[in-house]
């Protein structure tokens, strides 16, 4: 599928705005094929993770510091969209056992905020699902989390009618990523840690295997997945769920080996946590025309040799 972007000015709400895949997005609809003539973003953020960094000085976009698990109208900030990317989440494995109570409420009630909302207006939503999905719901609060998500999705497609789209990523990596804290990845991690001259961390036995994607290649999946969305003779994407990652993995000691001769220490394995991510982007390519184009091992040699 030939991508509309920056074909037609659109009025674009983006929740999670100053956040890793959020601050990605914005940066390519502001400025890829036109889209700074005349599109007009809202970003929607809490800033729990989001940073004030990740935002972009541009007439065409506003930020807003907003809760949506506290918010049910949000006509204050745009009152008639035409695309909702549903970005903002409390992310990561680990710091959900801590605190179920409140990812549930950032992941589920905001999502349903978002989707009734969205219900009034008319207005397709894109949501952010989770490829640990596919690893069990039940194994931690976070990705039951955003399992229920995913299934508000489809229950506001299948009653109300209202187009979304549920996209699923696999370990995420690239600009503006989170590089310490516990919602760090691994990637962001590993390179702060190389930065600080630190051994990189490894859980376990380093065997589990993990499938990593750029940041470029989900904005363009989420991009095109809109498009399939705001069709209004075919509405292509509506109630499907898309795969975005490299469909390939590695093991963790693959990983640290692309940092070349450098230390690793190794400590208790973390719980809840897959052994194996691998995803099968078929779907995405069939109906999307999506595939992915970068490789992890070229983004490392370029920040550990660069």
């Known amino acids: ?154 229950l506001y497609t299948k009653v109300y009618g209202l187009p979304t789209s549920v996209c699923r990523f696999y370990n995420v990596y690239g600009p503006n990523q989170l590089t310490e804290g516990a919602y760090t990845t691994l990637i962001g991690a590993w390179l702060n840690r190389f930065e600080e001259g630190k051994p990189l961390k490894i859980f376990g036995t380093g065997e589990k295997r993990r499938d990593f994607t750029h940041v470029d290649d989900i904005i363009d999946g989420l991009v095109r997945c809109a498009d399939g969305l705001t069709d209004k003779k075919r509405k292509i994407a509506s109630g499907m769920t898309f795969e975005f990652g490299r469909g390939k993995n590695h093991s963790v000691n693959d990983v640290a080996d692309m940092f070349g001769d450098y230390p690793r220490e190794y400590g208790d394995d973390k719980p809840g946590e897959a052994e194996s991510t691998l995803c099968d982007y078929m779907m995405a390519t069939d109906v999307l025309g999506w595939e992915p184009t970068r490789n992890l091992k070229d983004y490392l040699e370029e920040k550990v040799n660069g």
């Open 1 to 154: 599928m030939e991508s509309k972007l920056g074909k037609h000015k659109q009025r674009i709400i983006v929740t999670g705005g100053s956040g890793f895949i959020g601050s990605n997005l914005i940066k390519r609809l502001l400025h890829d094929g036109g889209y700074v003539e005349g599109n007009q973003i809202v970003s929607l953020d809490n800033y729990s993770t989001g940073k004030k960094e990740n935002e972009i000085e541009h007439d065409n976009i506003t930020y807003h510091d907003v809760d949506l698990s506290d918010t049910d109208n949000f006509d204050f900030f745009m009152d008639k969209p035409d695309v909702i990317y549903h970005m903002a989440a409390i992310a990561r494995i680990q710091p959900s056992f801590e605190h179920p109570l409140y990812t549930f409420h950032s992941n589920v009630t905001a999502t349903l905020n978002i989707l009734d909302w969205a219900r009034e207006k008319k207005c397709p939503v894109v949501y952010a699902g989770s490829s640990s999905t596919h690893s069990g719901i039940y194994k931690n609060p976070y990705t039951l989390s955003k399992f229920q998500g995913e299934m508000l999705c489809n």
